[in-house]
């Protein structure tokens, strides 16, 4: 035990004075946290939009002024015709125009809305945003509160993330993306660092077991992912203002299944490397892209081709990224995530099986 303790001593030496790593280990986290919260974000914001007047009365004129008091649209001009609001549309000019229409006979008034389709995704929010605070009677429940209306002026509630802020999708899509690529690519490196400078043979030779060389490089890393993920949850939920709404507790543990797994492929791919470089092209090829295309991250796997499904199906941060979503912003409990906490158990054990089978006490 004291000779486990001292590599482990000796491992988390090396990585503590090397500050480009720890820069790299604590910098990029919340770098990229910041980036998807703030910068790259699918919410609706300050959208542009004509009003045209050819209809308007007062009822009318009382849903536009609500359309403009809500953070999500901004009144640019009025226009006389639909006609006159395309063109300054598809001068670039604003995003989306809205024009009453005659109404039902005894009901509220119709509404036409046009929205530059060039990116199809958010005029789906666009139009659906508008169309909810149109719809609602009172300003607070449009405002604060936006709903999917169907015909029939029946109105659809959004549970969960009712303002559809993109931080919600993205901080557990991050925690997938970040955990897996320090802990798999920093322990990779680790080891095939020591093959590069040669003490790996002096490691080998020593009378520590290779298990036991194995196991202390990869428990420094484990406990840095452990304060990485301790630094997400925290500027998630004070920064980024994203909910934990389940318990921590399980939020922590399936986590740290993810984290042992995430390893496991480090110690595979180290075994499998013979240069840093090779470990770092391996890590961006297996992992980083996978993790972003695949997982569920940036694009919903249901949309995907039936073959990209299935090799999305083998890709384990398509099972973190589904529980934490599950966890954090639905609140759902353990036995809602059983399938996911299964399928990230029973691939830590393979990979920290095959990966352990092919570490060579020889080297080549």
């Known amino acids: 035990m004291k000779q486990f303790f001292s590599f482990v001593i000796k491992e ?22 910041l980036l ?9 914001k300050n959208v542009r939009t004509v ?11 009382a849903a536009v002024e609500r359309l403009a008091q809500s953070e999500y649209f901004t009144i640019v001009a009025t226009a006389a015709t639909s006609r006159e609001a395309e063109l300054l549309i598809r001068s670039q000019k604003a995003d989306m125009s809205i024009a009453a229409t005659a109404g039902v006979k005894g009901g509220g008034p119709r509404w036409q809305i046009m929205v530059d389709g060039s990116d ?12 909810a605070i149109l719809a609602q009677p009172v300003a607070s429940e449009a405002v604060s509160s936006p709903s999917s209306p169907l015909s029939g002026g029946v109105l659809v509630k959004l549970l969960y993330n009712p303002q559809m802020r993109s931080a919600y999708n993205f ?15 920093m322990t990779s490196i680790s080891i095939v660092r020591e093959k590069e400078r040669g003490t790996m043979e002096v490691l080998l030779v020593s ?27 925290l500027m998630a939920r004070y920064v980024l203002a994203v909910p934990l709404a389940g318990s921590l507790v399980w939020i922590v543990g399936v986590s740290l299944i993810y984290i042992l797994l995430a390893l496991a492929l480090g110690l595979l791919i180290s075994s499998v490397a013979q240069t840093q470089l090779v470990a770092l092209l391996m890590s961006a090829m297996v992992l980083l892209l996978p993790v972003v295309m695949l997982s569920g991250m ?30 954090m912003i639905m609140g759902t409990g353990l036995r809602e995530v059983a399938t996911e906490v299964a399928v990230l158990t029973s691939m830590t054990v393979f990979f920290l099986t095959v990966a352990l089978v092919k570490f060579k006490t020889r080297l080549e």
Request: with cysteine.
């Open 12 to 33: 988390a030496r090396h990585i503590l004075r090397d500050r480009r790593t720890m820069l790299i280990l604590f910098g990029m986290p919340i770098m990229l946290m």
């Open 36 to 44: 998807f919260g703030f910068a790259i974000t699918t919410d609706v």
């Open 51 to 61: 009003v045209v007047t050819s209809q308007m009365n007062a009822r009318t004129q």
């Open 120 to 131: 199809p995704n958010m005029a789906q929010q666009w139009a659906t945003y508008a169309q």
């Open 171 to 185: 901080v557990p899509a991050i925690m997938g993306m970040l955990l897996m690529l320090v802990c798999a690519m």
């Open 207 to 233: 009378p520590a077991r290779p298990l036991m060389v194995v196991v202390a490089k990869a428990v420094p890393y484990l406990m840095l992912a452990f304060g990485i993920l301790v630094v997400i949850l």
């Open 298 to 327: 940036l694009f919903p796997v249901e949309s995907m081709p039936t073959v990209l499904q299935w090799v999305s199906a083998l890709m384990p941060p398509r099972y973190y990224i589904s529980a934490m979503r599950k966890l």
